[in-house]
């Protein structure tokens, strides 16, 4: 099981940019999928990005392709969301989390999650 820690949220104005971290500890990176899911209450945890460690591929939800990158930081064991043109409904807790191997867009598809990072977008 690995060990998620996020960092880099808070209050962002519409049009902004975002940096969010999430640092993985406890294993070998290898084999795994890492992503970003985000929440706000009343609805359900929305799939933001996805990639995969040993590989280069990304996968990216609608509603961010185009403003998202999803990278490695690979001597840091972290991956990286960027996010620019910052909406009000891009406002929610972001979570890191992890499964292995293949990439997946549901939640319920991970089992290694992060405590969040709470993203605020207003003026």
């Known amino acids: 099981q690995l060990q998620l820690v996020e960092s880099g949220g808070g209050l962002v104005q519409p049009g902004s940019s975002l940096r969010l971290s999430c640092a993985a500890r406890g294993n070998d990176l290898r084999g795994y999928t890492l992503a970003w899911f985000r929440q706000v209450p009343g609805k359900d945890r929305e799939f933001v990005a996805a990639?995969?460690?040993?590989?280069?591929?990304?996968l990216y939800a609608d509603s961010v392709k185009g403003r998202a990158t999803i990278s490695r930081e690979v001597f840091k064991s972290a991956i990286i969301l960027e996010m620019n043109t910052m909406r009000s409904e891009d406002t929610g807790v972001y979570y890191c989390?992890?499964?292995?191997?293949?990439?997946?867009?549901?939640?319920?598809?991970?089992?290694?999650w992060g405590q969040g990072t709470q993203v605020t977008v207003s003026s």
């Open positions: 990639i995969t460690w040993t590989g280069e591929g990304t």
């Open positions: 989390a992890a499964k292995q191997w293949t990439v997946e867009t549901m939640p319920d598809a991970y089992n290694m």
